[in-house]
């Protein structure tokens, strides 16, 4: 199942096997994105810095995320505000990307990290020929 909002802004060839996008700030899923189940993205956080109260007050601070084209994300994969996941690359299942993610990566971990990278000539190739899936 997915929960998406009006925040969300889908591009063509989105596949979702199951997403909730929790808070108000936008949300931008490029071409040809694949997905496992259960991914979360968290656009809203509580005012805590400066806050009129403890732990937070009542402001929510909206945050954007940005996935970009030919992304592949795994099975319970979070992903928090402020952050882009660049064009091509794949997120480990499980793991919390709370910073961006360079084109062509492969990451993973809590946080997620970088650990490998796709081959950039295959891929533009791939993606000259329109081999996509």
């Not at 509580?46 to 592949?72: F, M, R």
């Not at 064009?87 to 084109?103: F, H, L, M, T």
Request: aromatic fraction near 6%; charge should be neutral.
């Amino acid at each position: 199942m997915c929960r998406l909002n009006k925040h969300v802004s889908l591009m063509n060839n989105v596949n979702l096997n199951g997403m909730e996008v929790q808070g108000n700030g936008k949300v931008v899923i490029g071409n040809n994105f694949h997905s496992g189940k259960e991914i979360l993205l968290i656009t809203q956080n509580h005012n805590w810095k400066n806050a009129k109260s403890i732990p937070y007050d009542e402001e929510y601070l909206l945050t954007n995320i940005t996935i970009e084209d030919n992304v592949w994300i795994g099975s319970r994969v979070t992903i928090l505000g402020n952050t882009t996941i660049g064009e091509g690359s794949i997120i480990q299942a499980g793991s919390v990307v709370v910073n961006d993610i360079p084109p062509l990566s492969i990451a993973g971990g809590h946080p997620a990290t970088v650990f490998s990278k796709r081959d950039e000539a295959h891929y533009n190739k791939c993606k000259e020929n329109g081999n996509i899936y």
